[in-house]
């Protein structure tokens, strides 16, 4: 089986596209093998780029525990870019069906192996129902209690944390907490506490946010099914929505994550639009087994 390995912003992962290879038979099960970053390629996750008769591509994703998840903001950058320079569609405006819907993503080449996408991530869903979240009333979830986190400890103190929690859907669920230094949190302990917590019973993605200022901020994810990540689309779509509903940033945002900057901007509309790098890393063939 052929794949590509791509990464945008850092947040990598196995791509084999469907259009020429046969999918293999049991993707959840491959995707803890071949995403294991000893052993096998190395990613956090799998994802098949397949033939779509609602869209140009469908995108499925599968985290490196083999768990399957919507949607994710810089693996559709990935697909776009996959699509289009393997020749199945031309450069310019090309739709990808994922968990979320059809999404409408803009594709700009800027080197062989490079591009600049931008995507269409829709409108936020707000409703705790929606997310789901538990126990936090019927509304929209703003600055709310954060019963995930437990009793306040030492390092809520170091790292000036505001044990308020904001909770936006993007299609998958993600849970947004600011703080004064993101460096300070103990993500590799906190992160799998928060996904796991029985308020949120479809597990959810983590994001401490450090706002630098009302159009730049700095975040951490630890993500749901594949624990601390270089970057996350998805969650820095979440955390625009966030920071303008809590009043901290305006609508229009850069986030430094780990792995690189993403630009964000919630519009007037609705709809949040984020733009970032998809970058082919290694061509190569995984063995049949």
């Not at 794949?3 to 046969?22: L, P, Q, T």
């Not at 829709?122 to 979240?133: D, K, R, T, W, Y």
């Not at 901020?217 to 993500?223: F, L």
């Not at 964000?264 to 639009?273: C, I, K, Q, S, T």
Request: proline letters at 7%.
């Amino acid at each position: 089986m052929k794949f590509v390995k791509m990464h945008g912003a850092a947040n990598d992962y196995v791509y084999v596209d469907c259009f020429s290879e046969r999918a293999p038979a049991d993707p959840a099960a491959l995707a803890p093998v071949i995403a294991d970053r000893h052993r096998g390629v190395g990613g956090d996750g799998l994802v098949l780029v397949l033939p779509s008769d609602r869209a140009q591509a469908r995108m499925r994703m599968f985290n490196a525990d083999g768990s399957e998840s919507e949607m994710c903001g810089n693996g559709v950058r990935c697909v776009a870019h996959l699509v289009v320079s393997h020749g199945h569609v031309p450069a310019g405006i090309v739709t990808i069906e994922t968990g979320r819907g059809v999404l409408t993503l803009d594709v700009r080449r800027d080197g062989p192996r490079t591009s600049q996408v931008k995507v269409d991530m829709g409108e936020p869903l707000l409703e705790a129902s929606a997310i789901p979240v538990v126990g936090a009333g019927a509304g929209p979830v703003v600055d709310a209690a954060c019963p995930a986190l437990g009793g306040e400890e030492p390092w809520w103190g170091e790292c000036g944390l505001d044990p308020r929690m904001t909770c936006v859907s993007m299609g998958n669920p993600h849970v947004v907490l600011f703080c004064r230094d993101v460096s300070k949190v103990p993500l590799e302990s906190i992160g799998p506490r928060i996904e796991t917590h029985p308020m949120f019973p479809r597990r959810i993605n983590v994001h401490f946010v450090e706002v630098v200022s009302h159009s730049h901020v700095r975040m951490r994810t630890w993500e749901r099914g594949s624990g601390i990540t270089m970057a996350c689309g998805t969650g820095a779509s979440a955390v625009c929505v966030a920071g303008v509903l809590g009043h901290r940033t305006d609508r229009r945002l850069s986030a430094d994550l780990p792995g690189g900057r993403l630009e964000l901007e919630w519009a007037e509309g609705g709809h949040v639009f984020m733009t970032g790098p998809a970058e082919e890393v290694f061509h190569g063939e995984w063995p049949e087994r």
